[in-house]
């Protein structure tokens, strides 16, 4: 199961890129079943119960939160590096590039909790699957 080979933080990414290899590799052979926008878009708003509750931090300013885990969904509010956050969960999503991993957190200090691209955190975002 692709939840186990993720946990440490360094195997994140070569599972990333095999994840998103195979995804491409069945979206061509699946082709006539392609999801509509609407059904896309339904993968926004993704509040699962989990909660890590361990800090983290924005590895740059204005990073985008967002109601799910994909560039796809709204855009809640920014985070920056002087901001108190805390970690909730991590799931798979989407971005320009493919499939990659997202973690549900709360910018302490905005009060918002959204969705942000483990690239752009601290650790590499949440260690706790979703």
């Known amino acids: 199961m692709l939840t186990e080979l993720r946990s440490p933080t360094s195997a994140r990414r070569p599972v990333a890129r095999l994840v998103a290899a ?9 082709a006539p079943f392609a ?8 993968a926004c708003n993704i509040w699962p119960g989990t ?3 361990r ?6 300013a204005g990073v985008n939160i967002r109601t799910g885990p994909g ?3 709204v855009v809640l509010g920014a ?3 002087n901001h108190s956050v805390t970690y909730r969960c991590w799931t798979w999503g989407d971005n320009v590039n493919g499939t990659s991993s ?3 957190l709360r910018d302490n200090s905005t009060g918002v909790t959204g969705w942000v691209n483990d690239s752009l955190l601290s ?8």
Do not use: D, K, R
């Open 22 to 30: 195979l995804m491409i590799v069945a979206a061509g052979a699946m």
């Open 35 to 42: 999801l509509s926008e609407p059904a896309a878009a339904a």
């Open 51 to 53: 909660n890590e509750n």
């Open 55 to 60: 800090p983290g931090a924005f590895l740059g």
């Open 71 to 73: 560039t796809n969904c």
């Open 79 to 81: 985070g920056y590096t």
């Open 102 to 104: 997202w973690t549900l």
């Open 123 to 130: 650790n590499f975002g949440s260690q706790q699957f979703c």
